[in-house]
């Protein structure tokens, strides 16, 4: 596609439920970025692949965050066993190759009762 | 610890005016400093700065690097309405991102 596309756009969850939050990066795009942004503060880095590879998970804040890129296209982010904190803005971005300059998908806002 | 701070945190200003955004960081293993623009939903990419002292410009904006003293300076002349946004600062070793400066422009 033309840009980087997130679904679902909204999602609001009950604590305790599972989400999973998908990611279509740019064709042809070899790394792809996951971010959590609280309001009011910048993105936070979560997790980095390249193709498949997840080369870096080092922002996931626990074991409850899983992602994935089986085929080296489309990435999801599962969130298991939601808690508040976990409501925020997710953001993907997908780079033609290496770290920048990163094209961002408009993400999806999480809400956790 | 890696920090990117942003200042200021916001700013509001009147079409016309100039106006310049702070960033300075500590970071372990440097490799570049982006400048992005955060309007209601996906940053946009403005600037990718590498090395000291050599502008960047695209059309109203400009952005430099001073490697020595760690800091970025994004400016904006003649700003718009348009202009308003939040401006985000990040630093590419491990992709940490500042807290934005939010830019509000009035008519």
């Known amino acids: 596609g033309a840009g980087v596309s997130q679904s679902p756009r909204y999602k609001v969850a009950k604590r305790g439920q599972d989400v999973a939050l998908r990611c279509d990066p740019i064709s042809g795009h070899v790394s792809l970025f996951w971010y959590q942004q609280a309001l009011g503060q910048g993105p936070e880095f979560l997790t980095y692949?390249?193709?498949?590879?997840?080369?870096?998970k080092s922002g996931l804040p626990s074991d409850r965050f899983f992602a994935e890129r089986p085929e080296g296209s489309v990435s999801t982010l599962k969130i298991q066993r939601t808690q508040q904190e976990d409501s925020a803005v997710y953001l993907c971005?997908?780079?033609?190759?290496?770290?920048?300059?990163?094209?961002f998908g408009d993400g999806t806002r999480l809400s956790i009762l | 610890e890696d920090k990117v701070v942003q200042s200021p945190l916001s700013l509001v200003v009147h079409e016309g005016d100039t106006v310049t955004l702070n960033c300075s960081y500590e970071?372990?293993?440097?490799?570049?400093l982006l400048w992005y623009k955060q309007e209601k939903k996906a940053p946009t990419f403005l600037f990718m700065l590498t090395s000291s002292g050599i502008e960047k410009k695209s059309g109203r904006l400009s952005s430099i690097l001073d490697k020595k003293e760690l800091f970025s300076i994004l400016n904006i002349t003649a700003t718009q309405t348009g202009d308003s946004a939040v401006y985000l600062c990040?630093?590419?070793?491990?992709?940490?991102f500042g807290a934005g400066t939010r830019l509000t422009v009035k008519p």
């Open positions: 990040a630093v590419d070793n491990d992709m940490r």
């Open positions: 971005a997908s780079s033609r190759t290496g770290h920048q300059p990163q094209h």
């Open positions: 692949f390249q193709n498949e590879a997840q080369l870096d």
């Open positions: 970071v372990t293993n440097f490799r570049s």
